[in-house]
């Protein structure tokens, strides 16, 4: 032993050092907790030393190394928020995640927000909504002001007050919190009315209006009812009737007439609804079924013009009524305008005669009046000798206040007899000169323009057209005109020539964009051999009517002009319909006037005879005449609605429908032979 040498001694010191370290023996030191000087001189890393040395973390030697954010260890104090790398997504963690829902971790994600229904009641107002996933609870909030927490999926708000208008709101609560609320519901509670009316009865013997029925609801029924609401539409395509005709506070009544003027030939459709509280947000009853029904003209006249104009003869060879209800009537030798009352059935009439006016030119030959404008013919004015006609316009200024002397519209060619009949609509003037030299007939068209002062131009219709027209001696093309100018910017003027193609008769129609500078031009024929098609003729927009009055009863059709085509809608003297029909005989002359505005026609026949009562005897009255309406309640199908006649039948020749004419509100007919020779003539209004 005594001769091993230093080297070996000095390999065997650091075997033991070695051996230590692996074993955690400290070798010779104070208490084993320190690591010796040759450690720290040879910079070996031993755990427990105190310090996080390299190759050391706080997983391998927590005791010399603290956590940090990257050690791979989600510590107390890391989440997925500040250490993502170290602490995985996991509900509870604070952030509700791409992957989470309220539904998967009410913890951590706030519940959508519910979508409530609300159904009002007899002083209730109940919500319901569908389970919101992870929600927890619910607020019902009321009026902006009142919020109530609740657990389940409904709310049922009771004492309310009958009649007031409340708004509700929910919201949906978890442990993440509470989503915003709901959009606002409203609701009136009101009391309950689970049935519905029965019998409508819609009825068409109101003056302009209908009369609506129904049958009384029971006792019962009626405790908590306070009105009866009827409603309308007037077209089937609407969803519902909603437009108020009518409201009935005596609850023990089942009727009504309506209480403002409708539109006559138009159709109506009607339903009546009991409600508690007469306002549009009370409770209803189920509405009744729907029923329609079409208003006709008063079966008596309101008036009657002529009974101060003991002078005029011919009163009411003419006549013509605006939107606004003023009324221009023809005689010969003079014209009158009646102004109506607006708070009565009365007008107050005035002779349109005028100084400047020639004497002996047939003034209020024929007449038209449109919104602003009214116009007279004078086809005998002879100024210069030359019998070339005239034509006066009249017009109304902004304040309603119609001239006192109307300006002549004078034509340029000798011997056309011009104005025998005239229409106007806008600035358009048509003036018809049936019986020229040859009485080949011909229209000038007139054009208003407005300025400082009203300026004229003139043009012959013929000289107007794409096509010229193939007129021959005698047809008196002009015999009847009339004009339709559309919102669109379309204008249609329509042509009778009652004497064309021996005297069958025809009618000429011209149609212009308003742009374009011609007028395109169709033709139809009559078919019977003096049967006179064309003696009248009246167009509204696209749609226009003819009479024939002379083929055995008279005819009048209906015409439809669409895509270059005419087309026959219906012939009026065949119209029958579940109640009545046109009662014609042969020799009515049915069509020897007509009028068409919007859905609804009339027609004259002068000539019909009428039965009247003398005593204990009826007799038939000759040529007394009538004049006959029909509506379009639907689209191509005109029916027949009533026919008009003098109060009294009274004496032979009245010629009572020779001059026709109809606004949404009146209509106007001119009796130009009344008592056969008498010069009394009248114009009746319904």
């Not at 009504?256 to 549009?280: E, H, M, P, Q």
């Not at 139809?524 to 003819?546: A, D, L, M, P, Q």
């Not at 065949?574 to 020897?592: H, K, M, V, Y």
């Amino acid at each position: 032993m005594k001769n091993f040498n230093r080297n070996a001694l000095l390999i065997f010191s650091l075997l033991s050092i070695g051996l230590m370290g692996v074993f955690g023996l400290s070798g010779c030191s104070d208490h084993g907790n320190k690591s010796t000087d040759l450690d720290r001189d040879l910079d070996v890393a031993v755990c427990g030393d105190g310090v996080c040395q390299e190759g050391e973390t706080s997983i391998v030697c927590p005791g010399d190394c603290q956590p940090v954010c990257g050690d791979g260890l989600c510590n107390g104090d890391e989440t997925t928020s500040i250490c993502p790398g170290d602490c995985p997504v996991s509900c509870g963690d604070g952030l509700c995640n791409e992957d989470e829902t309220a539904a998967t971790c009410a913890a951590d994600c706030i519940p959508a927000i519910p979508n409530p229904t609300i159904v009002p009641g007899d002083g209730k107002i109940t919500l319901t909504w569908d389970t919101v996933p992870g929600a927890a609870s619910y607020v019902v909030l009321m009026n902006g002001e009142t919020e109530t927490p609740v657990t389940e999926t409904s709310f049922e708000a009771t004492g309310l007050t009958n009649g007031n208008d409340y708004d509700f709101q929910v919201k949906s609560v978890n442990a993440a919190g509470a989503s915003e609320y709901s959009h606002a519901l409203h609701a009136v509670p009101a009391f309950e009315l689970g049935w519905k009316i029965e019998g409508v009865r819609v009825q068409s013997i109101v003056p302009r209006g209908l009369r609506v029925s129904w049958t009384l609801p029971s006792e019962e029924q009626r405790n908590g009812v306070t009105c009866y609401v009827i409603s309308y539409k007037i077209s089937e395509d609407e969803p519902e009737a909603s437009t108020l005709f009518q409201q009935v506070s005596n609850i023990n009544f089942a009727q009504v007439d309506s209480n403002v003027d409708l539109i006559v030939g138009t159709r109506y459709f009607v339903n009546v609804v009991a409600k508690d509280i007469c306002i549009t947000a009370g409770q209803s009853t189920t509405p009744s079924e729907t029923v329609s029904g079409t208003p006709k003209f008063a079966s008596n006249y309101i008036k009657r013009l002529g009974d101060t104009e003991t002078e005029a003869i011919d009163f009411g060879s003419s006549v013509a009524i605006s939107k606004d209800n003023v009324i221009v009537v023809g005689a010969y030798g003079n014209a009158y305008r009646y102004i109506k009352n607006p708070a009565e059935n009365n007008w107050t009439g005035a002779s349109m005669l005028d100084t400047s006016i020639v004497t002996n030119s047939a003034f209020g030959y024929s007449v038209d009046i449109d919104d602003t404008r009214a116009v007279v013919g004078a086809p005998f004015d002879n100024t210069g000798g030359n019998y070339l006609g005239a034509v006066y316009l009249y017009t109304k200024n902004a304040s309603g206040v119609w001239d006192i002397a109307p300006r002549k519209i004078e034509l340029s060619e000798e011997n056309n007899i011009c104005g025998c009949s005239v229409a106007i609509s806008g600035n358009l003037i048509a003036v018809g000169c049936p019986w020229d030299v040859e009485s080949t007939g011909r229209v000038y068209l007139k054009f208003v323009h407005s300025g400082t002062l009203v300026q004229i131009t003139s043009e012959l219709l013929s000289n107007a057209t794409v096509s010229p027209l193939t007129l021959t001696d005698g047809d008196q093309f002009g015999y009847s005109v009339d004009i339709s100018s559309t919102a669109e910017g379309i204008t249609y003027i329509i042509v009778g020539s009652p004497n064309a193609n021996k005297e069958k008769g025809r009618v000429d129609l011209f149609v212009r964009i308003s742009n374009d500078v011609l007028f395109d031009h169709y033709v139809k024929n009559g078919s019977h051999t003096n049967s006179h098609f064309g003696e009248s003729v009246s167009i509204y927009g696209n749609r226009f009517v003819v009479g024939e009055p002379d083929n055995e009863t008279g005819k009048a059709y209906v015409y439809n002009f669409k895509d270059g085509v005419i087309t026959l809608e219906k012939e009026l003297s065949q119209i029958e319909d579940s109640t009545s029909t046109p009662d014609l005989a042969t020799g009515d002359s049915f069509g020897a006037a007509v009028k068409i505005r919007k859905d609804t026609i009339i027609v004259g026949a002068p000539n019909k005879d009428l039965q009247s009562v003398i005593g204990h005897r009826t007799v038939v009255v000759q040529n007394v005449g009538a004049a006959f309406v029909f509506s379009r309640p639907s689209e191509n199908n005109w029916q027949y609605l009533q026919k008009l006649t003098p109060a009294l039948p009274g004496s032979s020749q009245d010629r009572f429908g020779g001059a026709v004419d109809i606004n949404d509100d009146y209509a106007v007919v001119g009796a130009n032979g009344e008592g056969g020779g008498n010069l009394r003539e009248f114009v009746y209004i319904y």
